[in-house]
């Protein structure tokens, strides 16, 4: 597709980044299952590895169907360049890469994704990083937190377990005033209920496993640059800036310009950590990303109605909806995402941990799965399974209280939804 400033988001999520296939003319994507793709001839060879033609080597670097993917995505987020990974996770890992390097540190929200916590707490010390743990509506604490070893800023637009709703905004200012980039993992919002690059965000990341795909086929992930960050602004970004001994003293930012990133993710980050989406994934991803918008309009409208429902009964103790007028975040949610506040909430059940474990074994409709974002209703007990590892105070601080259950509501008859959490509150409440 040509042009793709001026389609709409129905369009662009069917088509972007896919033509039909110039070899066989196949309408839709195929699967490129190569590892290897044969050179015209030595000088072909030679001007891939210098980086001066854009083409396919090998599948750890670039694979045709995972380049129709990485396009999409960074059509759809607003961004110059995207590169997919193995992982939600291995695209957190590939995003700090190219900033980090040890003794530096990263300022980081409180409301994050259970397995990033870990990741960011423990994990990334073995790199010789460290992350600051801060709570994002504290703007003076933010500020605070950034010292002269800060190479980013980190948080999720809608914080997964508990409807936190991030005023990207205010933390994009506090990140362009210290000349840091902020990386928003945009993965239970999806560009189409909020883009964070239009909210001043420098990074993107995705678990393209959860809404992207939209079926909880395969796991896998995005970073995607906005190309707006000026890397050769200071002296903090010499992987960027200066000559990258990783690839023979090649200055990617002066080379590249707004694709530095994407090429530094490819060319160094994919060929060395080898983080690799395999065709096969991006297969999948692709044919879920067609409907995207479609889910989520769906996905949203349910989530309201059962946390509407929820909130009303008895059994019910609170839910932490966004979209609930009662919650604090309501008002943010018509500046950050209009369409809606995801599907993804938590609520406290009256009778704490035990009716928790109860009502989880209870539903019949509801899957009891360490998964969001599918078009299946699921549901977790957080506390006793994702957010298990974290001390009770990150537990709390996360929206993953003893007491909590997190459901990420699907696309099934909202009718159904309702009727099987009201049998299973009986069981568990009784
Ligand atoms: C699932 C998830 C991740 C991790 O992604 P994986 O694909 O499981 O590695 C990161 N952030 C958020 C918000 C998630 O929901």
């Not at 957190?92 to 530096?104: C, D, E, H, S």
């Not at 994002?136 to 980013?152: C, E, L, P």
């Amino acid at each position: 597709m040509s042009d793709t400033e001026s389609y709409g988001f129905d369009t662009l999520q069917v088509h972007a980044g896919a033509r039909p296939d110039p070899a066989t003319g196949a309408r839709n994507t195929p699967i490129y299952q190569s590892t290897a793709y044969v050179f015209r001839d030595a000088e072909h060879a030679a001007a891939l590895f210098n980086l001066q033609e854009v083409g396919y080597i090998y599948s750890r670097l670039t694979n045709p169907t995972v380049a129709v993917l990485q396009e999409r995505i960074a059509t759809l987020e607003g961004g110059v360049g995207a590169v997919c990974c193995s992982s939600g996770h291995a695209a957190q890992i590939m995003a700090l890469f190219p900033l980090m390097q040890p003794g530096r540190n990263v300022v980081v929200s409180t409301r994050l994704y259970g397995g990033t916590v870990t990741q960011f707490s423990q994990t990334i010390k073995r790199f010789g990083w460290s992350a600051k743990f801060v709570d994002f509506d504290d703007t003076a604490a933010v500020k605070a937190a950034i010292d002269d070893d800060t190479r980013a800023i980190f948080g999720e637009a809608i914080a997964n377990p508990g409807g936190y709703i991030m005023d990207v905004r205010a933390i994009a200012d506090i990140a362009d005033e210290a000349g840091l980039p902020l990386i928003i993992d945009n993965t239970t919002a999806t560009p189409y209920l909020h883009r964070p690059i239009e909210h001043g965000a420098t990074l993107v990341v995705h678990s393209t496993t959860k809404y992207m795909t939209g079926n909880g086929t395969v796991t896998g992930g995005c970073v995607i640059d906005s190309g707006n960050f000026d890397w050769t602004a200071s002296d903090k970004f010499p992987s960027m800036s200066e000559p990258e001994p990783a690839y023979h003293g090649l200055k990617f930012a002066e080379t590249f310009g707004p694709l530095a990133f994407t090429f530094h993710g490819i060319a160094i980050g994919l060929r060395d950590l080898g983080m690799t989406m395999n065709p096969q994934g991006a297969h999948y991803t692709l044919m879920g990303i067609e409907t995207l918008s479609l889910r989520m309009e769906r996905h949203v409208e349910n989530a309201v109605k059962v946390a509407e429902w929820l909130e009303k009964d008895d059994r019910v103790d609170f839910v932490t909806y966004a979209g609930l007028k009662s919650s604090p975040y309501f008002d943010r949610v018509k500046t950050v995402c209009p369409k809606g506040a995801g599907a993804l909430f938590t609520f406290a059940v009256k009778g704490g941990y035990e009716a928790c474990v109860k009502l989880v074994d209870s539903l019949e409709i509801f899957s009891h799965v360490a998964n969001l974002g599918d078009t299946r209703s699921l549901i977790i007990h957080s506390a006793s399974t994702t957010h298990r590892q974290l001390t009770a105070e990150q537990q709390e601080a996360a929206g993953a209280a003893p007491n909590v259950v997190r459901v990420s509501i699907g696309i099934e008859d909202a009718d159904d939804l309702i009727r099987d959490l009201d049998q299973a509150l009986s069981k568990a409440t009784s």
